[in-house]
């Protein structure tokens, strides 16, 4: 028995010293590992009355693992939703949201390429898999049965120029496995049919202002089986415990599938009135959709990587409205 520990302890200590030995020659990547759970709760006649006119679930749950060496970054996302809101796609599935690899990454000035399934990050406030800032999503993130052109994401290249920490030029080109969701396409979306190009600036004229200025050609297939664009301007302030912001959209009526050019406008005010606290309200209009959202909420950062949300939401409806009142309780790690 004696002789038995002594041989593990000494073999042990091989593996340890092999080990050491071995991460002293080999240049191994930063891993880091993060994600998030939402757990929601929500009541109203957003919700079927075929499934009691509430649900309950994971809005949302991911799990991002990212792997950097020097200026080479790698990103993958899964994610899952399961509701019991009657959605189809909340049914728990685990999907892959996102996978590229970024070159030049980190940099605060000058050019980085990413190549990949990723968030285009098209306007104001754009987001990827998590999504919009409140409970229900708003117009620019497809609430109200509108395109959501802040939520783009999918295969695509995409190049950055940054010109200071807080100045960049952001421009891509994307494809589509289908016109828009128009099917059958004649000829089908090519690389060069989905182009984008936008602005982004911050702490404008050495203030708290920050704007953006972005172009987008989309693919549309049927009939149509071509490219149309859309168009985004925003500026914001935010200064001290307040931000307010003010967007505006233009869409080609074939991308919409509206009567004529859609335009949205979107505004949203924040209030962080002590640390652990955030209060916001939003408002945004499809113009041509005829259909306007509503949200006012508020954060409580409760512990370090727990919150609590609640909120209550509208949408305007040219011949009826919907809403809900909804709470969610959000782990990040």
Not at 77 to 94: F, L, S
Not at 119 to 148: C, H, M, T, V
Not at 185 to 198: E, I, Q, W
Not at 229 to 237: D, H, I, Q, R, T
């Amino acid at each position: 028995m004696t002789t038995f520990k002594f041989f593990s302890s000494t073999a042990m200590g091989t593996v340890l010293l092999s080990s050491a030995a071995f991460a002293a020659t080999v240049d191994l990547p930063d891993v880091s590992v993060n994600g998030f759970i939402r757990a929601d709760y929500g009541v109203g006649d957003r919700y079927p009355k075929a499934r009691g006119e509430d649900r309950l679930g994971i809005s949302k749950a991911a799990l991002a693992i990212s792997a950097q060496q020097d200026d080479i970054k790698g990103v993958f996302v899964v994610g899952t939703e399961v509701m019991t809101d009657g959605d189809p796609n909340n049914d728990g599935n685990v999907d892959i949201k996102d996978a590229f690899i970024v070159i030049g990454a980190g940099k605060e000035q000058g050019f980085s390429f990413s190549v990949g399934a990723q968030p285009l990050l098209f306007g104001l406030k754009p987001n990827g898999y998590p999504g919009d800032r409140s409970l229900q999503a708003s117009i620019e993130y497809g609430g109200g049965g509108a395109f959501a052109v802040s939520n783009q994401a999918g295969p695509s290249l995409i190049g950055t120029y940054a010109f200071t920490k807080t100045e960049s030029l952001r421009f891509g080109a994307f494809d589509l496995n289908r016109g828009n969701g128009r099917i059958p396409p004649t000829d089908g979306s090519k690389v060069t049919d989905n182009l984008f190009l936008l602005w982004r600036g911050g702490e404008l004229f050495g203030t708290g202002l920050y704007a953006t200025a972005g172009v987008e050609t989309l693919y549309v297939g049927g009939a149509v089986d071509s490219s149309r664009a859309l168009g985004s301007v925003g500026v914001g302030f935010k200064q001290g415990i307040f931000d307010v912001s003010v967007e505006l959209v233009q869409i080609n009526k074939d991308i919409t599938a509206t009567a004529d050019t859609e335009r949205y406008a979107i505004a949203e005010f924040t209030v962080q009135p002590v640390h652990d606290w955030t209060l916001y309200a939003d408002y945004a209009n499809a113009n041509k959709l005829d259909v306007k959202t509503y949200r006012l909420g508020a954060n409580y950062q409760w512990r370090k990587h727990l919150a609590f949300s609640a909120e209550i939401s509208k949408d305007d409806f040219r011949a009826n409205n919907v809403s809900s009142a909804d709470v969610r309780v959000t782990l990040d790690y």
